[in-house]
């Protein structure tokens, strides 16, 4: 047994509940809804992170990953009128937002030639113009120009939507798709799936249940996705463990989720300013408890534009082993929400830096997780820099 675990059960004191928690994890088991309530209202942080890290190390050992990606945004204009989001315009908004055509769009895409990203993320407003066909479109002429390029598109939001307006079920548009050469599915949208929590926040857009189905219908048809999770506004510890608990059920029945993102409301420029931000301590509990609660998910995610770098490097300690990509400054979601991160890029060398600062070992990913390249003992050519400490803020 870990020395830190081993130090914990012997603490004088420790409540029963968190006795019988420990043992479960040690033992490998499930722990249930009223224990990762628990967790999140009356366990300590360093409990619940040696918890969630036992499990991180057990799972992956040392082993940390990234990828190397960039976003597309096709527009910003949406119909919805999510309250805490900073990035959409209406559509009577037109002249603060922005809507790429086609063409544009592939110049975005051929920006990235000779550069060796594996991913692109495709996500943006719901907007009426963009239809089913013409994103299927772009789809078959992304895989066309770059044929190796792994396809991540599109919410259950922006699905649910294309497919109605297409008059096709979830079944047809999705298999249309993947026909044009879609991937996998990013986890966005989520949100909360608590009912009277998402009638407040985003009551316009597609249902928890719709949600859900989209994705389980995906897995099916052998197209894998994401699942995140919208904290640290209105919602309280039993609608987070609500909202994992019914991710843990669909992962059951289909094993197609990659990875579980939890996302930190920003209250910068929405209509939930008023609200304030989860503290730090918030953020590392949240990010362990879905560690140990989410037993059947392989990988948790810190997605490092939105949690800042430093936080995403101590987070590596409490259940997450994968910081997300090189992101190229593609995208805009997070910085219009106030996120640290104004211009959100890294290299491949401060990815790798950032990762073994921690004494953690970088390894670049693909999209499903298949392994790339080995970092750990990794010499960069010299790229005639001269070689500053690297300071991050
Ligand atoms: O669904 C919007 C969130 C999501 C704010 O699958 C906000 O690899 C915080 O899902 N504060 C879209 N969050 C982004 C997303 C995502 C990001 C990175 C990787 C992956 C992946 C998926 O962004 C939305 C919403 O939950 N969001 N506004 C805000 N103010
Ligand atoms: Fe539109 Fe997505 Fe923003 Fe909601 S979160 S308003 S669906 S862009």
Redesign the pocket.
Known sequence: MEKSIEMLLNTKGLAREARSIASKVLQGERIDLKEGQYLFEEADLAFVGALANHIREKKHGDRTYFNRNFHLEPTNLCIFTCK????SRLLKQQEDGWFLTEEQMMQEIKKYDGKPVTEV?I?GGVHPKLSLTFFGELIKKIVAYRPELHI?AF?AVEYDYMFRKAKMSYEEGLSYLKSCGLHSI??????IFDEEVRAIICGDKCSSEDWLKLHELAHGMGIPS?A?M?YGHIERACHRIDHMDRLRKLQDRTGGFNTF?P????NGN?EMSHLGEATIIDDLKTYAVSRIFLDNFNHI?A?WP?IGRKTAQLLLQYGVNDI?GTIDDTTK??SM?GAEEQSPVMSTREIVDLIKAVDRHPIERDTVYNEITDFKDHVFEDDGFIELPVLYN
């Open positions: 805490f989001c900073s990035y993320h996500v991540k919410t990013p986890g966005g949208g989520a949100e994401n995140t919208l993102i996302l930190k409301f920003r929405n995610k997605y939105m997300d979601i997070y929400a």
